[in-house]
């Protein structure tokens, strides 16, 4: 029996270790495949990516050393360009000494091999074959140089038969045989940007593989380079002329004249090449050709299999150590975790007195410990839930005590309520406005009596429908987007609508109210029937017009004698003579206040028709300081015209809008003390111009602000005392730039002073 128990537990420890060693061979063997998979895919983007520089460093190489000879052309060809007697020499057509020039550029580069001065026409003049006469050969180069008036550097293809005249490159061509060339074109201007000729010169870069073989001594043996013909037939490369496959030409030749590289592999003979073919384009645009860059693949393969090869050695040893690292791993983890697993069936069965002790790794050590903390814990908490119950039982008759008590002060508090709202439904019912509540989604809440006699509508109706269902007629549609417009701007800022709802004129409050939140919950609004009150200002201004039309010309027949009895009255007393002119200083002053009182009266009642056309802001702001200037150095006002030039063109009525400035202007000087500056500026804001009158007299104070812009109230004071007014200028000008679609207002200067604004449309038409 003891024999079977011991097999039983050798067993059962076996199992342990067999489930740990294979646990942690597995992780760490997923480990290193995963890691082997990444290395190949890291070697493999690694040889991609080293291909693609390699490719890209040796094409940019070529590419510096295709126009290293063209740049070094340009740069020398600069001087003789824009010399001032080669430009004589071209207005002369002087053949000979422009080949001069010609000779002692070709001193100056010995391998150039084509040069000739052009006329605007594409004529010959010198060359350096001394050849002036027939069409030029590069009239592309010409004509772009030419529309572009400034030097072109580009490559050509060329017949080989122009450089033959020089002699040296027909030793190695056919004559026809077409060459790339880098060419340049400088444009010759005279003084007055008149075209006198171009200097056109151009350089072979293919001829007798010179160029191919430059870049393989200085790039070395590894790779290819060429270049190709716009047929894309033959590489011109450091080994001679390599034929390209027709497949791979078929392919290759769309992106070139696309304008787009090609990156690719491209087998010239039984070799496979990683290649790159970049395309050259003429000063026209069009494909001439291409540069080629080819690296051998097994140059790269053969990196490619060392590079594995190591791999896989490394991976064979890993898996090596990752058996021995299990094997010994299991057997160092198997003891603790028997002891530990002992130890949780103890707890399990009750018996909360059980402690662990385990002598191994620190870390086995501290799971011990936290083990046997976790079983007194167990025996505390044991304890003290047991002490707990009873409390808990108490703590509940307790609450059901509380909660007795608070429903009785939820149902004093509930009656103190409705009696609240009792006595604010009467208030609202009393009240002899109108008052209309919607909540946050526009649906009206409350209707009080008032607003049903003002719409006539019974408040079932309107309670808890949209205002938006309610407005069939369109009537309310002005106060529909003011609901919106307090919805979506600042919710502390209420708004004012005028509304007609049929023959009634209604003056509506709006003001937003917020919940707990501070989120918007709705709008109140005040809503009071001004039909009748509109009737009696209209009444009121009517009479107030006819009253001043009968003044009017009684006034003036005053003033005109006044003016006769000063101009001839040589037997007048000096006091006679002081009193009339005070007679006639009051006179002026009464017939400046009905011409306000008629000209208020007009624009209100729409009698007043705006001549509307485009002005120049700056003309109108110099003369309204012309208009003023009189008056401000009689007040030792000193009047500043910030407005540059003409300013900014606008669309509004001439003389209305010198009336608004001469207005403003006005006030800013009678307000300001003598010495101080009044100061006129004008700047574009969107679609108008704001112009601003700034002076340095006393701000305004709060209280009066409001008013500023009212018929008849005056600011308070000494200095409104002393000079007086209508009231009704600034009335006069919010009426006027309200029909001009802008707007007027007021502030108060950050150092002191005032500053009134007005806005008027801009024009986009020319003056």
């Given at each position: 029996m003891?024999?079977?128990?011991?097999?039983?537990?050798?067993?059962?420890?076996?199992?342990?270790?067999?489930?740990?060693?294979?646990?942690?061979?597995?992780?760490?063997?997923?480990?290193?495949?995963?890691?082997?998979?990444?290395?190949?895919?890291?070697?493999?983007?690694?040889?991609?990516?080293?291909?693609?520089?390699?490719?890209?460093?040796?094409?940019?190489?070529?590419?510096?050393?295709?126009?290293?000879?063209?740049?070094?052309?340009?740069?020398?060809?600069?001087?003789?360009?824009?010399?001032?007697?080669?430009?004589?020499?071209?207005?002369?057509?002087?053949?000979?000494?422009?080949?001069?020039?010609?000779?002692?550029?070709?001193?100056?580069?010995?391998f150039?091999?084509?040069?000739?001065?052009?006329?605007?026409?594409?004529?010959?003049?010198?060359?350096?074959?001394?050849?002036?006469?027939?069409?030029?050969?590069?009239?592309?180069l010409?004509?772009?140089?030419?529309?572009?008036?400034?030097?072109v550097?580009?490559?050509?293809?060329?017949d080989?038969?122009?450089?033959?005249?020089?002699?040296?490159?027909?030793?190695?061509?056919?004559?026809?045989?077409?060459?790339?060339?880098?060419?340049?074109?400088?444009?010759?201007?005279?003084?007055?940007?008149?075209?006198?000729?171009?200097?056109?010169?151009?350089?072979?870069?293919?001829?007798?593989?010179?160029?191919?073989?430059?870049?393989?001594?200085?790039?070395?043996?590894?790779?290819?380079?060429?270049?190709?013909?716009?047929?894309?037939?033959?590489?011109?490369?450091?080994?001679?002329?390599?034929?390209?496959?027709?497949?791979?030409?078929?392919?290759?030749?769309?992106?070139?004249?696309?304008?787009?590289?090609?990156?690719?592999?491209?087998?010239?003979?039984?070799?496979?090449?990683?290649?790159?073919?970049?395309?050259?384009?003429?000063?026209?645009?069009?494909?001439?050709?291409?540069?080629?860059?080819?690296?051998?693949?097994?140059?790269?393969?053969?990196?490619?299999?060392?590079?594995?090869?190591?791999?896989?050695?490394?991976?064979?040893?890993?898996?090596?150590?990752?058996?021995?690292?299990?094997?010994?791993?299991?057997?160092?983890?198997?003891?603790?975790l028997?002891?530990?697993?002992?130890?949780?069936?103890?707890?399990?069965?009750?018996?909360?007195?059980?402690?662990?002790?385990?002598?191994?790794?620190?870390?086995?050590?501290?799971?011990?410990?936290?083990?046997?903390?976790?079983?007194?814990?167990?025996?505390?908490?044991?304890?003290?839930?047991?002490?707990?119950?009873?409390?808990?039982?108490?703590?509940?008759?307790?609450?059901?005590?509380?909660?007795?008590?608070?429903?009785?002060?939820?149902?004093?508090?509930?009656?103190?309520?409705?009696?609240?709202?009792?006595?604010?439904?009467?208030?609202?019912?009393?009240?002899?406005?109108?008052?209309?509540?919607?909540?946050?989604?526009?649906r009206?809440?409350?209707f009080?009596?008032?607003?049903?006699?003002?719409?006539?509508?019974?408040?079932?109706?309107?309670?808890?429908?949209?205002?938006?269902?309610?407005?069939?007629?369109?009537?309310?549609?002005?106060l529909?987007?003011?609901?919106?417009?307090?919805?979506?701007?600042?919710?502390?800022?209420?708004?004012?609508?005028?509304?007609?709802?049929?023959?009634?004129?209604l003056?509506?409050?709006?003001?937003?109210?917020?919940?707990?939140?501070?989120?918007?919950?709705?709008?109140?609004?005040?809503?009071?029937?001004?039909?009748?009150?509109e009737?009696?200002?209209?009444?009121?201004t009517?009479?107030?017009?006819?009253?001043?039309?009968?003044?009017?010309?009684?006034?003036?027949?005053?003033?005109?004698s006044?003016?006769?009895?000063?101009?001839?009255?040589?037997?007048?007393?000096?006091?006679?003579?002081?009193?009339?002119?005070?007679?006639?200083?009051?006179?002026?002053?009464?017939?400046?206040?009905?011409?306000?009182?008629?000209?208020?009266?007009?624009?209100?009642?729409?009698?007043?028709?705006?001549?509307?056309?485009t002005?120049?802001?700056?003309?109108?702001?110099?003369?309204?300081?012309?208009?003023?200037?009189?008056?401000?150095?009689?007040?030792?006002?000193?009047?500043?015209?910030?407005?540059?030039?003409?300013?900014?063109?606008?669309?509004?009525?001439?003389?209305r809008?010198?009336?608004?400035?001469t207005?403003?202007?006005?006030?800013?000087?009678?307000?300001s003390?003598?010495?101080?500056?009044?100061?006129?500026?004008?700047?574009?804001?969107?679609?108008f111009?704001?112009?601003?009158?700034?002076?340095?007299?006393?701000?305004?104070?709060?209280?009066?602000?409001?008013?500023?812009?009212?018929k008849?109230?005056?600011?308070?004071?000494?200095?409104?005392?002393?000079?007086?007014?209508t009231?009704?200028?600034?009335?006069?000008?919010?009426?006027?730039?309200?029909?001009?679609?802008?707007?007027?207002?007021?502030?108060?200067?950050?150092?002191?002073?005032?500053?009134?604004?007005?806005?008027?449309?801009?024009?986009?038409?020319?003056?």
């Amino acid at each position: 029996m003891s024999l079977h128990q011991g097999r039983q537990t050798m067993k059962f420890h076996l199992s342990i270790r067999v489930k740990l060693f294979l646990s942690i061979l597995l992780a760490i063997l997923v480990s290193y495949t995963i890691l082997l998979f990444l290395i190949i895919r890291s070697i493999e983007n690694t040889f991609e990516n080293r291909i693609a520089r390699e490719l890209d460093t040796n094409l940019r190489f070529i590419r510096y050393q295709l126009f290293t000879g063209a740049n070094q052309l340009r740069h020398v060809l600069l001087f003789p360009s824009t010399r001032p007697l080669v430009k004589t020499y071209l207005r002369q057509q002087n053949e000979e000494e422009l080949s001069g020039v010609l000779q002692s550029i070709h001193k100056t580069l010995p391998f150039l091999n084509f040069a000739a001065f052009v006329d605007p026409r594409g004529k010959v003049i010198a060359s350096l074959d001394n050849r002036a006469t027939g069409t030029f050969e590069l009239e592309g180069l010409v004509k772009t140089a030419f529309r572009k008036r400034e030097a072109v550097l580009s490559f050509e293809l060329i017949d080989s038969k122009m450089f033959c005249r020089e002699g040296e490159p027909c030793t190695s061509r056919q004559p026809g045989d077409p060459l790339l060339a880098a060419s340049v074109a400088f444009p010759i201007l005279d003084e007055t940007g008149v075209m006198l000729g171009t200097l056109a010169a151009a350089v072979p870069v293919n001829i007798g593989n010179i160029v191919p073989n430059q870049m393989e001594d200085a790039l070395g043996q590894d790779l290819e380079t060429g270049l190709t013909l716009k047929d894309l037939k033959v590489l011109k490369s450091s080994d001679g002329e390599i034929e390209i496959p027709a497949a791979s030409a078929k392919v290759i030749l769309p992106f070139l004249l696309k304008g787009k590289a090609y990156r690719g592999e491209v087998t010239f003979g039984t070799t496979l090449y990683n290649t790159a073919f970049e395309p050259i384009t003429n000063s026209q645009g069009k494909f001439i050709g291409a540069l080629t860059v080819a690296l051998s693949k097994e140059h790269f393969n053969t990196m490619r299999r060392d590079y594995f090869g190591g791999t896989m050695a490394s991976a064979i040893f890993a898996t090596l150590l990752a058996f021995l690292i299990a094997y010994f791993s299991s057997r160092l983890l198997a003891s603790p975790l028997k002891e530990l697993s002992k130890g949780v069936q103890c707890i399990e069965t009750g018996n909360l007195d059980f402690r662990v002790a385990i002598k191994a790794s620190e870390e086995f050590e501290k799971l011990a410990d936290s083990f046997n903390r976790m079983a007194d814990a167990l025996r505390e908490r044991d304890t003290t839930i047991r002490n707990k119950t009873f409390d808990l039982e108490m703590l509940n008759r307790c609450l059901y005590e509380m909660n007795e008590l608070l429903e009785s002060n939820v149902k004093e508090r509930t009656a103190e309520l409705e009696m609240e709202k009792g006595r604010l439904e009467a208030i609202l019912a009393s009240m002899a406005e109108g008052v209309v509540v919607t909540d946050g989604n526009n649906r009206v809440i409350l209707f009080n009596s008032a607003a049903q006699r003002i719409f006539g509508v019974a408040p079932y109706k309107m309670i808890g429908r949209h205002v938006e269902d309610i407005d069939v007629k369109g009537e309310f549609h002005q106060l529909i987007q003011g609901l919106r417009e307090v919805k979506s701007e600042d919710l502390l800022v209420g708004k004012e609508k005028e509304v007609q709802v049929g023959k009634k004129k209604l003056r509506v409050a709006l003001s937003p109210f917020l919940d707990q939140a501070l989120e918007f919950a709705g709008v109140v609004m005040s809503i009071r029937d001004v039909t009748h009150e509109e009737e009696v200002d209209r009444m009121k201004t009517e009479f107030i017009s006819t009253v001043s039309h009968e003044l009017k010309t009684p006034l003036t027949s005053m003033k005109g004698s006044l003016q006769l009895i000063l101009g001839k009255g040589e037997g007048l007393t000096e006091t006679e003579r002081e009193l009339i002119r005070v007679c006639h200083r009051n006179t002026d002053r009464l017939i400046r206040l009905i011409n306000d009182i008629l000209d208020i009266s007009k624009i209100e009642t729409g009698r007043v028709d705006l001549n509307l056309k485009t002005e120049s802001i700056g003309r109108i702001v110099a003369y309204s300081l012309e208009e003023i200037a009189v008056f401000a150095r009689e007040n030792g006002i000193l009047l500043v015209n910030s407005v540059p030039g003409e300013g900014d063109p606008v669309l509004g009525d001439h003389d209305r809008l010198i009336q608004v400035l001469t207005n403003l202007l006005s006030n800013a000087i009678k307000f300001s003390t003598p010495g101080m500056t009044v100061t006129v500026t004008a700047r574009q804001d969107g679609d108008f111009v704001e112009v601003s009158v700034i002076d340095e007299g006393k701000t305004i104070e709060r209280s009066d602000r409001d008013k500023l812009f009212h018929k008849f109230p005056q600011l308070r004071g000494s200095q409104a005392r002393e000079f007086g007014g209508t009231g009704l200028g600034l009335a006069i000008c919010k009426e006027i730039i309200e029909r001009h679609h802008g707007r007027i207002s007021y502030q108060a200067g950050k150092d002191g002073g005032n500053i009134f604004s007005f806005t008027v449309p801009v024009c986009r038409e020319k003056l």
